[in-house]
């Protein structure tokens, strides 16, 4: 099997997946999808502290627990076919790299309700959390990065200039075409960071 490395970009109820392949000066994407977090795409599924907010006492409580298991659930699922998919064409995924938004630790769900910017906050969290219990769950080892140090981290590793680097991203959906946006790209910088760790492990 040949070794890949992965990166994740989280929204709310979804997440963009990259996967490359080395050689680490000149990396490959061969897999990129959208991993869905939640089963109904709608704003009460998708923005679950939002939803929360409206609720009482314990029927909060019970509808984030319930959103928890169902977003770990799919993001298990896409990503055990993800593996799948790539080991039929010989590949398995050795790491790979989550990206955070602020990593603030959160309170208790009294405290996050009261408070509309941790109500942003928690949404992004439950749904990075779904992806790093998946990847346990997987066996597949996971690092976090904040998206703010994204280049920085990554030009002082790789050794490239910030510049250069988004060049290089933009240029790594040529292969694939359409859609390469911004989630496609940061993701595949954080799979290519990975990558880079996996080299000098």
């Known amino acids: 099997m040949k070794s890949a490395t992965l990166g994740f970009r989280v929204h709310s109820g979804w997440a963009v997946a990259v996967v490359l392949r080395g050689p680490l ?3 490959l ?3 990129r999808r959208r991993i869905q977090l939640v089963k109904t795409f709608t704003y009460t ?9 409206k ?8 509808f984030i627990s319930s959103m928890r ?14 593996q799948k998919d ?4 010989s590949y398995r995924i050795a790491r790979g790299a989550l990206l955070l938004a602020s990593g603030r630790a959160l309170p208790q ?7 509309h910017a941790l109500i942003h906050t928690a949404d992004g969290e439950l749904f990075r959390e779904a992806l790093r219990a998946a990847c346990g769950r997987c066996g597949l080892p996971l690092e976090a990065v904040r998206e703010k140090e994204l280049f920085e981290i990554a030009s002082k590793t790789l050794g490239i200039n910030p510049t250069a680097l988004k060049h290089r991203i933009a240029a790594f959906g040529k292969s694939f075409g359409p859609p390469w946006t911004q989630d496609e790209k940061f993701a595949a910088l954080a799979a290519w960071l990975s990558l880079s760790r996996r080299a000098v492990l």
């Not at 993001?75 to 076919?81: E, T």
């Open 25 to 27: 000066n000149s990396p």
């Open 29 to 31: 994407v061969i897999d």
């Open 45 to 53: 599924y998708r923005q679950p502290y939002h939803t929360a907010e």
């Open 55 to 62: 609720m009482v006492g314990k029927d909060a409580a019970k």
């Open 69 to 82: 298991s169902e977003s770990a659930r799919l993001a298990r699922s896409s990503l055990r076919a993800l």
């Open 86 to 89: 790539l080991a039929e064409q």
């Open 109 to 115: 769900l009294e405290k996050i309700l009261a408070s």
